[in-house]
């Protein structure tokens, strides 16, 4: 079976520093773009970027450019999205999701991770 | 950037109701869409891909349609299982993915 699984809820304060991971099951990890999307609170889906763990080819949407970083461990099979100092405003789910591309032009997105919750308070 | 729009944002029906969604792209996206379900605290799930394409193990009663702007998520049977938020998303302009505002499905 075809699984990601990321790290657990995390309560950070403005300011600190987060990596939270996503780790794939089932498959050649090397072999599959892995996306990063953002859920805000009651709000939609935001794609954030993917990652090629054979190569760490990394794609940014303009909108989170240099406001995260994506990386993996194509070792580990984790993929990883990180922050240098978190603001209030980061405060959501995020799920990674396998990009499946079976033939040009044909796209999408699954399996989904379960989400991780990212809560950034004072 | 290709925006993508859905209506309604919400939707009460009742069980047994045929179901219609639509999401309109901003820009000819051919047939590059893609319809997710998300049920309440739940990750997003693919159920159509390719515009009308039913992922396996997806229930009969759903079923996608349209290509250039206009799309149709269609559930000919609402059941109680079916509550759920459901977003179209364009890959028309990869690596720029976006999706629709999601349509809230109720049981009235």
């Known amino acids: 079976e075809v699984r990601l699984v990321q790290s657990g809820a995390e309560v950070k304060e403005p300011g600190e520093s987060l990596r939270i991971s996503c780790k794939g099951f089932g498959y050649s990890f090397t072999n599959y773009w892995i996306h990063w999307v953002r859920q805000m609170p009651g709000k939609g889906l935001e794609w954030m970027g993917m990652?090629?763990?054979?190569?760490?080819?990394?794609r940014y949407s303009p909108s989170f450019q240099g406001q995260v970083t994506i990386s993996a461990d194509k070792s580990t099979s984790i993929a990883f999205l990180q922050w240098s100092s978190l603001k209030a405003s980061d405060t959501a789910m995020y799920y990674c999701a396998r990009r499946v591309v079976p033939a040009p032009m044909r796209d999408w997105f699954d399996p989904w991770g379960q989400g991780t919750l990212v809560i950034v308070s004072s | 950037d290709i925006q993508m729009t859905q209506s309604p944002s919400s939707l009460s029906a009742s069980v047994g109701d045929r179901v219609t969604i639509t999401c309109q792209a901003s820009?000819?996206?051919?047939?590059?869409l893609n319809w997710y379900q998300q049920k309440p605290g739940k990750a997003p799930k693919l159920l159509i891909y390719d515009a009308s394409n039913l992922q396996t193990g997806v229930p009969s009663r759903f079923s996608g349609s349209g290509s250039g702007t206009d799309f149709t998520l269609i559930i000919s049977s609402l059941q109680p299982e079916d509550i759920a938020t459901y977003f179209c998303?364009?890959?028309?302009?990869?690596?720029?993915?976006?999706f629709g505002q999601g349509t809230k499905l109720e049981i009235k």
């Open positions: 998303q364009q890959y028309d302009s990869v690596p720029s993915y976006t």
């Open positions: 990652i090629y763990p054979g190569d760490s080819d990394t």
């Open positions: 820009q000819d996206i051919s047939k590059y």
